[in-house]
């Protein structure tokens, strides 16, 4: 059942975009070619060669996308990845993602032409159309930054510790420390930390704390 649904969705995909072709090696599937983007008016714009490598468990998991002709700089700050990926959102999304499960043509729609898109975007306006995301551990931090609404580091640690050690019901009080019931304070908060897998969790706060120390060593090197 799974490998029929797969096929069909390939198809799809194929349909879409004729100058890409399947490649199977090793037992893994690729979709591989062209990919010509447009603008708002339907006018082409530019092309990208692209491999994108679906997951073996399909539609579970994170389809992979890597350009491959070389059209931009193959550095972080364009967002591509030390193995060569591109960093097509943040690893929290894709985490939640992969658990939920993405249709290969929802991946091209949501992700892949987005930021093929942005890339040319960048090279016009040397801006991000919808602004910049840091890489590594300081991306873990802004992500979390954002999410809780806090700046502290220190703070972020302790509160992704304790939602890593405990879960929480609807009718407990809010974490933030409001004494408002979760339900109505930080539940949509809440449902993102508990849709989040153990393993992307605890990755993520080592990173931070290991940023943490870097700060604080930052810190007192400046204070000498």
């Known amino acids: 059942m799974q490998k029929v649904c797969l096929d069909k969705d390939i ?24 990919i010509d983007i447009f603008d708002a008016l339907g006018n082409y ?21 890597f350009e491959t002709s070389n059209k931009f700089s193959h550095i972080p700050d364009r967002h591509i ?7 097509v959102c943040s690893l929290q999304e894709s985490d939640l993602v992969s658990q939920k499960g993405i249709t290969i043509k929802d991946f091209f729609l949501r992700y892949v032409i ?34 809780f609404g806090i700046s ?9 510790s304790f939602f890593n050690a405990k879960k929480m019901n609807r009718n407990d009080n809010c974490f933030c420390k409001s004494k408002i019931k979760l339900k109505k304070c930080h539940l949509e908060v809440y449902n993102i930390i508990k849709d989040l897998s153990k393993t992307r969790i605890e990755t993520d706060l080592l990173y931070l704390k290991y940023l943490s120390k870097r700060i604080g060593r930052k810190q007192q090197n400046l204070e000498l």
């Not at 198809?11 to 100058?19: A, C, D, G, N």
């Not at 990845?81 to 960093?87: H, K, P």
């Not at 502290?152 to 992704?160: A, N, W």
Request: aromatic share 12%; net charge negative.
């Open 11 to 34: 198809s799809k995909v194929l349909e879409m975009f004729p100058k890409l072709t399947l490649l199977e090696e090793n037992k893994k599937k690729s979709l591989v070619g062209e």
């Open 45 to 65: 714009v530019n092309s990208y060669n692209t491999k994108i490598v679906i997951p073996k468990n399909y539609p579970y998991g994170f389809p992979i996308l």
């Open 81 to 87: 990845s030390e193995d060569g990926s591109c960093c």
């Open 114 to 147: 987005p930021y093929l898109a942005n890339q040319l975007y960048f090279d016009n306006e040397e801006e991000w159309a919808n602004g910049d995301y840091e890489h590594g551990a300081d991306g873990i931090l802004q992500y979390y930054k954002e999410l």
């Open 152 to 160: 502290d580091i220190d703070e972020v640690i302790t509160l992704l």
